[in-house]
């Protein structure tokens, strides 16, 4: 008899980096199975950097001048509440200090 296997492939909200309106594009990565991409720049640091660049992605996504997926949002979503917004910043700040 033979064994069945199942397969569950993860597919990134980020196929492509996020590119800003300055050109500067963010590959966002996830590295501890919560779903969330708190590594913005994909050096494999978690660090100001990544500060600087989600709050780069968070005014730029508010004023309009770039749009984001709903699973994008998600991924970006550090304080829970469904929004891409400055309180993001303030939760991602407390959870990397």
């Known amino acids: ?3 069945a296997y199942v397969s569950i492939l993860e597919i990134s909200p980020f196929v492509e980096p996020i590119t800003l309106p300055n050109g ?3 590959p966002p990565v996830e590295h501890d199975g919560d779903g969330l991409f708190e590594d913005l720049n994909g050096d494999g640091n978690i660090d100001g950097q990544d500060v600087s660049r ?5 005014n730029v996504y ?3 001048e770039i749009t984001l997926t709903d699973a994008q949002v998600a991924a970006l979503d550090f304080n829970g ?4 917004t400055q ?3 303030a939760a991602y700040n407390r959870m990397h200090r």
């Open 87 to 89: 309180a993001d910043i």
């Open 1 to 3: 008899m033979g064994s």
């Open 54 to 58: 989600l709050a780069q992605l968070v």
């Open 62 to 64: 508010r004023r309009g």
């Open 81 to 84: 509440d469904g929004e891409l």
């Open 24 to 26: 500067m594009q963010l």
